[in-house]
């Protein structure tokens, strides 16, 4: 009877979703995010009423700004960002509070632009407020029903995102640098392209030796999807290197995980005499490396856990002579030279 009605149930969710099209023809597939089947009921008759009002009278009720945060902060309340988001909702709340949906856009957001500006914020910064603005008014228009058009909201232009590698003897010398309890972190970063927090959170019961592999549980990652690692010589060498410390985590120190790299690395760094270089520089590096030793960007996309193309192509400059073959298609035949003839190479 409830899939009659729009709702059902999925095998990998406690929540009741729904399918089904609105009166004002819009098709809405998504969670309900409730778990009692007659508060998925109340929320799709509310749904279907603000649909029908909107294609009845042409217009939505007057929704304002803080209704839709408190929807939206309420709705992703597991979003591993949301402490983030919360606070860019603070600093935008004097700019917009006092506004219906219909009223923001570009002409409501550049008072907060320009005053951000004032203190110092790069664009970038700036962008990821606007960023959640237009989150927010998209499930305004496409979920919720709440506003009819979407209004653009421009980004402000950002300088190419900084990519920071070092070279392997550089690397060598870090190493030598680094206490002992952070060297197999490091190795294991170089060989496998993790981020920090993947690597602290490593537990044993998701690494197999027998098959040279290891995995990421969802929820341990940064986009929380999990993935599998091939384990290279090296990131083995450096598993092997920690193992019996612990029974449950991988890398520790003192008989304790480590929530943090701490000052050791900055010192490490002054020795070394490596600058400008964080530890999740230790990403970039490696995939810097594997572009310039011929792995593809397909395969890098793959290897790193990337969601999008675009993600990888940035390291793509780095092995020019990749695209030699390709080059070369164009280039003029050289043919022997016929005797009296005007023929040149120019």
Request: contains cysteine; positive net charge.
């Amino acid at each position: 009877m409830a899939r009659d009605k729009g709702l059902y149930r999925r095998k990998d969710s406690p929540y009741w979703w729904i399918n089904i099209v609105l009166p004002n023809g819009q098709r809405v597939q998504k969670s309900t995010r409730l778990v009692e089947l007659s508060d998925a009921e109340e929320y799709l008759t509310n749904l279907k009423a603000e649909a029908y009002k909107a294609q009845r009278y042409g217009t939505t009720a007057n929704h304002r700004w803080p209704e839709a945060v408190v929807r939206y902060l309420k709705e992703n309340a597991d979003k591993r960002t949301l402490k983030t988001d919360k606070i860019y909702l603070k600093q935008l709340d004097p700019y917009l509070s006092d506004k219906t949906l219909e009223e923001i856009n570009m002409d409501a957001l550049w008072p907060f632009i320009y005053a951000r500006q004032e203190v110092g914020n790069a664009n970038a910064t700036i962008n990821r407020h606007s960023e959640v603005v237009r989150r927010i008014l998209h499930l305004a228009r496409d979920e919720w029903g709440w506003i009819q058009r979407f209004p653009r909201i421009r980004m402000l232009k950002e300088p190419k995102k900084r990519i920071r590698f070092i070279t392997r003897e550089e690397a060598d010398r870090l190493l030598e640098e680094l206490p002992a309890h952070l060297r197999p972190v490091m190795q294991f970063a170089l060989a496998t392209g993790c981020r920090r927090s993947e690597i602290l959170q490593m537990e044993w019961r998701r690494v197999d030796f027998d098959r040279r592999v290891a995995w990421l549980d969802h929820g341990t990652t940064k986009n929380s999807d999990g993935r599998g690692l091939p384990l290279n010589r090296d990131a083995t060498l450096a598993l092997r290197s920690v193992q019996g410390q612990d029974l449950h985590w991988c890398f520790t120190y003192e008989g304790k995980t480590m929530k943090q790299i701490g000052s050791a690395w900055q010192r490490a760094l002054a020795r070394a005499g490596i600058e400008n270089f964080r530890f999740h520089d230790l990403r970039h590096t490696w995939a810097s490396w594997h572009v310039m030793n011929g792995t593809s960007l397909q395969e890098l996309m793959e290897l790193g856990g990337w969601k999008s193309y675009e993600m990888v192509l940035r390291y793509a400059h780095l092995a020019p002579e990749q695209l030699a073959s390709a080059a070369a298609r164009i280039e003029r035949r050289i043919e022997p030279v016929v005797p009296n003839t005007t023929f040149s190479l120019r």
